[in-house]
């Protein structure tokens, strides 16, 4: 039988256990991203420095995470820093090379107590599925810091770290796009097509191009494997009109341009199609450029929804 010192030694053990908190290391509550996706970061804290109240909490932005936006927290003073990023990258078409790559929020959280310090953020395509992207944070008290910094060298076990960075795992996204595709100079981001009627003998192809190198490209034009030839074409108003056309010599794709294929826009017709295109088929095809040669590409094929206003042929 069990003296009644070790029963209350066992007792206290036990009611520390259950009472102490269930995330001792500073972490996000949600420990999970996409890539090419806009993120709420919501960081705890949940205990000063050796009983110290917590007087400062600094995170750092890891390269490759981009549009920093930290909220404002009641009671407390929000810096930034901004900087260069190592590269520039693209967000929603445009070039963005520099941004926050520090927050700061001074004010005071008591040991006793747990609290939370929210920012926005955008994970680039510089994060594949299956990484994790840390986050330093330091947390400075009247005497002494903690410092959450420690980065898992690979293979190496998180959870047997010390003082380990906040983490946050990138998952590939529910009915995710196709990754982006390079060639050359040139990044090839989510072909696809639009379901087609029966009988219908022309469909549409559609295609974002980023051009990162220092000379121009051209798009000339591709494969489709139940079509008989791919043209560039161009849909624009002339005359109170909707007119389409072939682009002459190819669609030009200047140094640090992204060009968009859309609907009512550029775009790619598949002409003299043998068979309809149907939504949910993923149909592989190329494109041919000028400098960067010829890319392998899988079109996902889209509902026939949202179709723009129809065109007068004009070649």
């Known amino acids: 039988m069990l003296s009644s010192r070790i029963r209350g030694a066992l007792v206290a053990a036990a009611f520390t256990a259950i009472s102490a ?139 047997k770290l010390a003082m380990p960075a906040p983490g946050v795992k990138i998952a590939a996204a529910a009915n995710a796009a196709p990754a982006a595709q390079k060639i050359g100079a040139l990044t090839i981001e989510q072909p696809w097509s639009r379901a087609t009627p029966a009988g219908a003998k022309v469909g549409g192809g559609y295609v974002r191009i980023t051009n990162t190198g220092t000379e121009t490209d051209r798009l000339i034009g591709g494969s489709f494997p139940n079509a008989s030839r791919v043209e560039v074409h161009e849909m624009k108003l002339e005359n109170d009109v909707m007119r389409m056309k072939q682009v002459a010599g190819g669609l030009e794709i200047k140094p640090g341009a992204t060009v968009e294929l859309k609907p009512g826009s550029y775009h790619l017709m598949f002409m003299d199609l043998k068979t309809p295109l149907a939504e949910g088929q993923s149909v592989k095809g ?8 010829t890319v392998n590409v899988e079109y996902t094929v889209r509902g026939m929804g949202g179709a723009p206003a129809a065109a007068e042929h004009k070649h």
């Open 21 to 159: 908190p269930a995330f001792a290391h500073v972490s996000f509550e949600t420990a999970q991203a996409t890539p090419n996706s806009t993120y709420k970061a919501i960081l705890r804290i949940p205990h000063g420095c050796d009983g110290q109240p917590t007087l400062k909490v600094r995170v750092r932005i890891p390269e490759g995470v981009v549009a920093v936006k930290p909220m404002p927290k009641a009671g407390w003073k929000l810096e930034t820093t901004k900087g260069a990023y190592v590269r520039a990258y693209q967000v929603h078409g445009e070039t963005v090379s520099e941004g926050i790559t520090d927050i700061v929020w001074t004010g005071s959280l008591d040991d006793a107590f747990y609290d939370e310090f929210v920012f926005q953020a955008r994970f680039t395509d510089a994060f594949q599925p299956g990484a994790t992207v840390y986050f330093p944070v330091v947390q400075e008290c009247e005497k002494g810091t903690e410092e959450w910094v420690q980065v898992p060298a690979a293979g190496e076990d998180p959870h």
């Open 286 to 293: 190329t494109l041919v450029f000028e400098k960067a040669g």
